[in-house]
């Protein structure tokens, strides 16, 4: 019995080590894939991104940012956090550089067009960066992280889009962890009536006619279907809101 008991355990191992190599069951496995970088970016990201960062994106996370292609998802991709990095031994640094996203976009089957910054960042030398920048695109593994903001809460930018009282844009800043926002609400805070808004593209969430008074704003964060939690600011944002100015939530996410 003893030899056959040992077959049935090996082979079990062995789905199970099978299983634990499919990305679905392997979330913090390394892809591979391909990155180019944006020529001109120098030390900084993009005010212009079609995540609609705006200005804010330039400077997001010391301008370690990159345009996505599919990860780039309709926008509900906008401010997820990967690491990358590429694979020439003799160039590139284990740990690579971690990016935010803040634009979609494709080169030559690539999944990220890296700010020329954290393109760079990937390299062991200044020198080693002028090798990987002259390749131009570079092969690289990814993986999604948790995006950090130390002693920042989840913060609202109201869009310069917007007019006060008649339109509402904001962006969603700040969000830590590795959750998607896949839903947001607007809520008035008299009687508390709610109303799902549009991403109208990127991170921008718009509606026509918000309610007067102080407005709350939830979010709904994803992991995947089955793990989903409202999240309920702290703060309201005042009913006399003004296009560029942002509003702290007083609350943060870390999963
Ligand atoms: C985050 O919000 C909390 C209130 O929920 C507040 O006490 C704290 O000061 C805020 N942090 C920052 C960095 O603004």
Not at 51 to 63: D, Q, S
Not at 103 to 110: A, F, L, V, Y
Not at 204 to 228: C, H, K
Request: with cysteine; glycine share 8%.
């Amino acid at each position: 019995m003893a030899p056959l008991r040992w077959l049935l355990i090996s082979v079990a191992c062995f789905l199970f080590m099978q299983s634990l190599g499919k990305s679905e069951t392997c979330p913090d496995c390394f892809i591979h894939s391909r990155a180019g970088y944006y020529p001109n970016s120098d030390q900084k990201g993009t005010e212009v991104g079609e995540c609609g960062f705006g200005k804010f994106g330039a400077t997001l996370n010391g301008g370690d940012v990159s345009a996505a292609s599919e990860l780039y998802r309709g926008g509900v991709g906008c401010g997820a956090c990967y690491q990358v990095r590429c694979t020439y031994s003799y160039y590139c640094l284990d740990k690579g550089v971690t990016v935010v996203i803040t634009d979609h976009g494709i080169s030559d089957r690539t999944d990220f067009i890296l700010s020329q910054r954290a393109f760079s960042q990937m390299a062991q030398s200044t020198d080693a960066a002028a090798s990987l920048l002259a390749l131009g695109i570079v092969d690289i593994e990814y993986r999604r992280v948790s995006c950090s903001y130390p002693n920042k809460n989840i913060t609202f930018k109201i869009d310069e889009s917007s007019n006060n009282p008649y339109y509402l844009a904001f962006e969603i800043l700040y969000q830590q962890g590795k959750m998607d926002i896949t839903a947001v609400q607007l809520c008035e805070t008299q009687n508390f009536v709610c109303k799902l808004l549009d991403r109208t593209h990127g991170a921008v969430w718009t509606t026509t006619s918000p309610p007067s008074g102080p407005l709350s704003i939830r979010m709904l964060f994803s992991a995947n279907d089955e793990d989903q939690t409202w999240v309920v600011p702290v703060n309201n944002i005042p009913g006399n809101w003004k296009p560029g100015d942002t509003y702290d939530s007083g609350v943060q996410v870390n999963a």
